[in-house]
Nanobody, 115 residues
Framework: QVQLVESGGGLVQPGGSLRLSCAAS????????MGWYRQAPGKQRELVAS???????NYADSVKGRFTISRDNAKNTVYLQLNSLKPEDTAVYYC?????????WGQGTQVTVSS
């Protein structure tokens, strides 16, 4: 059974930081391309950042220079470091694993940026 379990969300003030984690089980993690997506109320889910099985990364323009995606294949975990957070970063953040036609999503973790 495949599971992606996100953690690390919470309430943070503008300018603050959070570190999200997504722990995977039931897959050969090192073979999967991993991504973080977010969905704000009333908006479509959007890609935030992705990291390939080889370590290449990609970021949405809105988060470049503020967010960093990384992975630890030994721990079957992908991370998203969120710095300089803004109110518009408020959303549910989801982890996604992709390998060819195999696509899996986590349940999401809420990030709220507010003073």
């Amino acid at each position: 059974q495949v599971q992606l379990v996100e953690s690390g969300g919470g309430l943070v003030q503008p300018g603050g930081s959070l570190r999200l984690s997504c722990a995977a089980s039931g897959i050969i993690f090192s073979m999967y391309n991993m991504g973080w997506y977010r969905q704000a109320p009333g908006k479509q889910r959007e890609l935030v950042a992705s990291i390939g099985s080889g370590g290449s990364t990609n970021y949405a323009d809105s988060v470049k220079g503020r967010f960093t995606i990384s992975r630890d294949n030994a721990k079957n975990t992908v991370y998203l470091q969120l710095n300089s957070l803004k109110p518009e970063d408020t959303a549910v953040y989801y982890c996604k694993a992709v390998f060819w036609e195999y696509v899996y999503w986590g349940q999401g973790t809420q990030v709220t940026v507010s003073s």
